[in-house]
């Protein structure tokens, strides 16, 4: 039997978090989206996903000895 449309667009979709979290909205100005993206260049591969660079970003200005 074929995959119906809702399957495989299920299928394709990002694997969840392992942890769960709460999702937070923020708008990023375009100035601060390019630091970000500068910054996600920079860093060794496999780079960060933009939420991933976020979070590693907010770590490190919270807790400096993480």
């Known amino acids: 039997m074929a995959q119906s449309t809702l399957d495989i ?10 942890q769960p979290g709460v999702p937070i909205v923020v708008r990023i100005q375009p100035e601060q989206l390019a630091v970000l993206d500068r910054w996600i260049e ?13 979070r590693c970003l907010l770590t490190a200005a919270l807790d400096p000895e993480a």
């Open 9 to 18: 667009a299920q299928s394709a979709r990002k694997p969840r978090a392992q």
């Open 42 to 54: 920079a860093q060794p591969d496999p780079k960060p996903s933009r939420p991933e660079a976020i």
